[in-house]
């Protein structure tokens, strides 16, 4: 057999058009085969039966007995072709219905010509072809089986004795292998188109299965499918992620006991259908219930999301509020507040006011600067642009930034020091809003974290499978009751600071699906760690 097989055979050089499935082609050799072998043996049977002598003509009981047992032995033989596959099929099928042609005439003569009945196995042939070659050159085959009985026939007539009678009858039966041969095609032509329709169904059918298969796993939202007893059937590789599963659990007791409880809950009472599951690592995911229902069973489907896509889609619309907001302010604030700001200037260059008088225009001019900076911050928060994210290698990236930051603000390259902890690091951010972050987070370092005692440090590795940027600096630990509110806007410890830094980094974070928190490290450092996206994962965002 050839190594690579067509998908359809084209048995005779003049059917250009007619062909059967490769498969399908070779398995109604191998039945052809069958039947006969069968009618081959019957035919030797007869000869040393005591039906023999009614049957067969005394006068070529040679004829028949070396023509019957050829046609055994031929086709054993082809049968034996049609399993190995060794040679072609085109060839096989010809040749086995033009052994039949030549056999079964020489059998029919043998036994007395047309009216011994036996020309009729002829059409059993004849039909084969149609399905077995088809086209044109089953009609040429039927020709020749049509020649063969008239030939026949006019032989015997000429050196037997036969009657002239008999010419109709062998006519018609010619006939009929033409009709015979044009039904067959036919047929075979419809089971043709039949198996093709099928086979382009069966493919359209496992196009979309993959495709469905392929979104499924590649979106951003886990997908967990079990049915009431709670057997998971799937798990696609977001879920298996968010849910720190390293291959598809059998039982969501098997995952989470409270993920169990919740899907109990809400089979209950289908009314509420949104739950919140922590994480060891104590990162919150959305759980989401609905029915799946089928044709012959109802299975359930929960959708989980992280909350840091939950969170950027809040930021979005906690933006678009924002940017109204701001507008009034600037409209309504800031005009008053340069009014003031130019007073207090002008009143400043009066020389007849006192020292205490001066001390006084001076706080004016320092306040009017804080507020106008912090409507500068706010109106900076509201007018970002929707993250336009990227994938950004880290290990490169990281040290240029660092580089291009000590030389902006003048400072020493000892002031800082950055390790990784991968040589492989991707990460999926706008690199706009990641500067910021970090700006943000190393002035801090810079201005609170007691930078005289040593270097800031930035460790970048990699925790529950995401990147993590860690900022580390030497200051006091922070009360609990200062973190409560550490990201809150306006929150600040300085006397001279607008409490936006922090809150805008947050707000950033969310807006390019990461997290900042802060945290104290075994070594009591404060450190802020910066968790962001794995860019080395393809996710469908909807």
């Known amino acids: 057999m050839a190594p690579n097989r067509p998908d359809t055979i084209y048995p005779c050089p003049f059917s250009k058009k007619y062909g059967i499935p490769y498969k399908q082609a070779w398995l109604l050799l191998k039945v052809f085969f069958l039947y006969r072998f069968i009618l081959s043996s019957l035919f030797v049977i007869l000869l040393y039966s005591r039906f023999s002598f009614t049957i067969i003509n005394r006068h070529y009981l040679e004829l028949y007995n070396y023509t019957s047992k050829t046609y055994l032995a031929l086709a054993i033989l082809s049968g034996v072709f049609s399993f190995w596959r060794n040679i072609n099929y085109s060839l096989?099928?010809?040749?086995?219905?033009?052994?039949?042609?030549?056999?079964?005439?020489?059998?029919?003569?043998?036994?007395?010509?047309?009216?011994?009945?036996?020309g009729i196995l002829l059409a059993a042939s004849i039909a084969s072809a149609g399905l077995l070659i088809g086209g044109r050159c089953s009609m040429v085959f039927a020709a020749l089986a049509s020649v063969a009985v008239l030939g026949e026939q006019a032989y015997g007539i000429r050196i037997d004795g036969y009657s002239g009678s008999s010419y109709p009858g062998a006519g018609m039966l010619g006939a009929s292998f033409f009709t015979i041969t044009l039904l067959a095609y036919v047929l075979a032509k419809r089971s043709e188109q039949s198996d093709l329709l099928a086979s382009q169904q069966k493919q359209t059918i496992s196009t979309l299965e993959a495709l469905n298969r392929y979104i499924i796993q590649h979106l951003q939202s886990g997908i967990i499918i079990c049915n009431r007893q709670q057997q998971v059937y799937m798990t696609n590789e977001a879920g298996l992620q968010l849910l720190q599963q390293a291959a598809q659990p059998e039982q969501l007791q098997d995952i989470s006991l409270q993920l169990s409880e919740f899907f109990l809950t809400w089979v209950d009472n289908q009314s509420e259908d949104f739950f919140t599951l922590q994480r060891p690592d104590k990162a919150n995911i959305q759980l989401r219930f609905s029915l799946l229902p089928t044709e012959h069973e109802t299975f359930y489907m929960i959708i989980l999301e992280d909350t840091a896509l939950h969170n950027q889609r809040l930021q979005q619309g906690v933006l678009a509020s924002l940017g109204r907001l701001t507008a009034s302010i600037a409209h309504e604030i800031r005009n008053p507040l340069s009014a003031i700001s130019h007073a207090g200037q002008l009143l400043s260059e009066n020389p007849k006011l006192s020292p205490q008088d001066l001390r006084l225009t001076e706080i004016i001019q320092n306040?009017?600067?804080?507020?106008?900076?912090?409507?500068?911050?706010?109106?900076?928060?509201?007018?970002?642009?929707?993250?336009?994210?990227?994938?950004?290698?880290?290990?490169?990236?990281?040290?240029?930034?660092?580089?291009?930051?000590?030389?902006?603000?003048?400072?020493?390259?000892?002031?800082?020091?950055?390790?990784?902890?991968?040589?492989?690091?991707?990460?999926?951010?706008?690199?706009?809003?990641?500067?910021?972050?970090?700006?943000?987070?190393?002035?801090?370092?810079?201005?609170?974290?007691?930078?005289?005692?040593?270097?800031?440090?930035?460790?970048?590795?990699?925790?529950?499978?995401?990147?993590?940027?860690?900022?580390?600096?030497h200051g006091e630990k922070l009360a609990p009751a200062i973190v409560k509110h550490l990201f809150e806007p306006f929150f600040t410890t300085s006397s001279t600071g607008t409490g936006l830094g922090l809150y805008i980094s947050r707000e950033l974070a969310e807006l390019n699906q990461a997290k900042l928190t802060y945290d104290v490290t075994a070594e009591q450092k404060n450190s802020f760690k910066l968790w962001l996206s794995n860019a080395e994962q393809t996710k469908i965002e909807l």
Not at 99 to 118: F, K, N, Q, R, Y
Not at 453 to 460: N, R, Y
Request: net charge neutral.
């Open 367 to 473: 306040h009017s600067r804080r507020v106008n900076k912090i409507i500068n911050d706010i109106l900076q928060s509201s007018k970002r642009q929707p993250s336009n994210r990227e994938k950004i290698f880290l290990n490169q990236w990281l040290p240029d930034y660092l580089e291009a930051f000590i030389a902006e603000h003048g400072l020493k390259s000892q002031d800082f020091q950055l390790a990784f902890s991968e040589s492989q690091l991707y990460a999926r951010i706008d690199p706009g809003h990641l500067k910021q972050i970090l700006d943000n987070l190393c002035l801090n370092a810079l201005k609170y974290g007691a930078a005289e005692k040593g270097s800031i440090v930035l460790l970048v590795g990699r925790y529950h499978l995401n990147p993590c940027i860690t900022v580390m600096d």
């Open 92 to 118: 096989q099928a010809q040749s086995v219905i033009f052994i039949d042609i030549v056999a079964i005439t020489l059998l029919m003569h043998a036994c007395g010509g047309i009216e011994s009945g036996m």
